[in-house]
């Protein structure tokens, strides 16, 4: 099949949209291959196509634990074989899904960087047949980038090991310098190949509002532009707080943020993706993913640590094609709050080095012992017995896990699971239920499929239910079922992990290099700076600013933003005069130039022309004798 047949067969286009095509054929080929695409520019047909194209099966590594299931779920939906493997999985599930995709003709696997180093995938991994590598996400891979994450950095030894299977890195995210990087750290083969699709949203107008009274701006924000939205904030309170005065000035709104379970996460998604709730606050958890391509506008009630955050985020809006708008509330106290964040993100080493010692107690680890060690971490329990800030601690064990002492990862909501050990007949052969158990057991089989060969995710909620068993029962009979060894139940969990990647260290003897340490905070400064200057910005047009962070010359203005439109003391828009200030100096920088020649050469804007040579005349930056301008 080709893979215009692929796509019409699976997915119901009839075409490619801007680079696509071109990333297919180049990974198609063989070739090492590297996609920039802005949200919502189609990332997983350039994979997902080829890989259906090619004999074996798609390793695509990916962080977002929420898209890798809800990819793994559409493809299923399609008729396609996808598995997934992340943090919090059992050993026992590793091993089946691993199986199944050695000897069950899967086409993609999806596994979580964390798991790349393990023994278990390592050994699996030499006896798959893999068609290709996919690294989603890939600016986490540098650590100049905004999101650098070290569990990336295992991608190369996988790269080693699997030498002529061609790597597609994509990112929506990337500097310059951050793709050069992205090359180099995924070992890019000779012959390698980049695709870059223009970052410019022209249907995204991006506006930032001065004001001492955000909570008023947004009210009057959200009155004005109609609707669905989503309003970013800076923390899991305040997705609370806000949504809830938008409730009381009756508009219809949910909060999202990490800290809440899959369910309600669930729940609450669907409420707005229906549009029974208008509004959507959250913290930056919510966004990867997620295909809403009406919404009108996103506003930042709080500022991003950098621009790419920004860009991501703002993103979101219009990816319909409409017209839509993208806010940043900006009060002078900003600034302060930005910079506050560079100490919390990079506490003094000294402190960094208490907290490891403090985690050293709390686990009551020995000197010399822990390599390997896995143990659940209760951040809020941790700063009260050592009287610790969380943001503080949490900035802290990230550092540790860069510099290699430890593996820090974030909170997971794990949903309940199982699996059958016992062959179906052998089930049945078993008489010696209660009716209760009997009646458990028929509906998880009727309710469920794949129970045999592979851990199925159950709702307790949905068992309670249909059975007319409390919770409790259900726990305690599924529990029972696992110690006799008839199923596996692994319940619910939510928490996050430390792993000891080294035995315990002298605390005076840990080393945080200049690369984990100061190198990176220089880079985080620098982002901030820049968002700060993208703020403060009023003669800039926005949508230029963004697009050469990101490298991307554009020679125009948007003529939509807030700079744009503001007014100039010529009277022209303050974008129009920019754009013909730039292009009445970079002509007379060319040579001297009569007045009626410069004049005609833009003939639909002469009279804006006009205003723009007098205006630079009266302020002496261009001369003018005879009739002749001279810059």
């Known amino acids: ?140 891979i540098s650590q100049w980038g905004y999101d650098f994450r070290p569990a990336y950095l295992k991608i190369a030894d996988i790269r080693k090991m699997l030498p002529n299977v061609p790597v597609l890195a994509l990112t929506a995210t990337a500097t310059p310098e951050v793709v050069k990087d992205i090359q180099i750290k995924l070992g890019f083969r000779e012959g390698s190949q980049t695709f870059r699709m223009s970052f410019e949203r022209k249907n995204l107008a991006y506006i930032v509002r001065k004001t001492e009274n955000k909570q008023e701006e947004l009210l009057h924000i959200l009155n004005r532009v109609k609707g669905s939205a989503i309003v970013y904030t800076r923390n899991r309170k305040r997705t609370r707080e806000v949504a809830e005065l938008l409730i009381n000035h009756q508009i219809t709104a949910t909060f999202y943020h990490a800290g809440l379970n899959n369910d309600v996460k669930d729940q609450r998604q669907k409420s707005w993706l229906t549009g029974e709730s208008r509004v959507m606050v959250a913290t930056n958890a919510f966004g990867m993913g997620i295909d809403k391509p009406d919404v009108r506008l996103v506003v930042h009630i709080d500022m991003p640590d950098s621009p790419e955050a920004y860009f991501q985020e703002a993103g979101r809006a219009g990816r319909d094609g409409q017209k839509a708008y993208a806010v940043l509330l900006h009060a002078k106290s900003d600034k302060t709050t930005l ?146 060894r008839i199923l596996h139940y692994i319940p619910r969990k939510k928490t996050p992990y430390i792993i000891y990647t080294r035995e315990r260290q002298e605390k005076d003897r840990l080393v945080i290099s200049q690369d984990v340490y100061e190198d990176r905070k220089k880079s985080f400064v620098e982002r901030i700076n820049a968002m700060i200057e993208y703020a403060s910005a009023e003669e800039n047009c926005r949508s230029r600013m963004l697009l050469r962070y990101f490298g991307e010359k554009n020679e125009h203005n948007c003529g939509q933003c807030d700079v744009c439109l503001q007014k100039h003391s010529t009277g022209l828009k303050l974008g129009d005069f920019q754009e013909l200030k ?18 005609s050469q833009k003939h639909t804007e002469k009279e804006k022309v006009q205003q723009v040579i007098s205006f630079l005349l009266s302020e002496e930056i261009i001369q003018i004798k005879n009739g002749i301008l001279t810059s």
């Open 1 to 140: 099949m080709t893979y215009q047949e692929i796509l019409k067969q699976h997915w119901g286009y009839d075409c490619f949209r801007g680079i696509q095509e071109e990333i297919i054929i180049s990974i198609g080929k063989g070739q090492d291959t590297l996609g920039l695409m802005p949200t919502g520019g189609g990332k997983s047909i350039t994979f997902q196509v080829p890989a259906l194209a090619k004999e074996g099966i798609c390793l695509v590594i990916t962080p977002l634990i929420a898209l890798m299931k809800d990819q793994v779920r559409n493809l299923r939906d399609r008729g396609i074989k996808a598995l997934a493997i992340y943090s919090g999985m059992t050993r026992e599930e590793i091993v089946v899904a691993l199986e199944n995709c050695i000897f069950g003709d899967y086409k993609f696997l999806y596994i979580s960087p964390e798991r790349l180093d393990t023994e278990i995938f390592q050994v699996k991994l030499r006896h798959m047949k893999v068609s290709m590598i996919t690294v989603d996400e890939s600016h986490c």
């Open 339 to 484: 910079h506050k964040r560079i100490t919390d993100t990079f506490p003094d080493k000294e402190y960094i080095r208490q907290v490891y010692e403090n985690i050293n107690y709390y686990y009551q680890m020995a000197m010399g012992d822990g390599l390997g060690c896995t143990f659940a971490f209760n951040i809020d329990e941790f700063c009260h017995n050592f009287k610790h800030f969380p943001i503080q601690v949490d900035s802290a064990l990230k550092i540790l896990t860069r510099a290699g002492y430890l593996e820090y990862t974030d909170e997971q909501d794990n949903a309940s699971r199982l699996l059958f050990t016992l062959r179906r007949d052998e089930l049945y052969k078993l008489q010696e239920y209660d009716a209760d158990t009997e009646k458990l057991l028929n509906v998880i089989l009727r309710s469920y499929t794949g129970l045999f060969t592979d851990y199925a995710y159950i709702n307790e909620e949905s068992l309670e239910v249909r059975t007319g068993l409390s919770r409790q029962q259900i726990y305690e009979t599924l529990v029972m079922l696992t110690k006799r």
């Open 582 to 599: 730039e292009w009445v100096l970079q002509t007379l920088s060319d040579g001297p130039c009569p007045v009626a020649d410069l004049v």
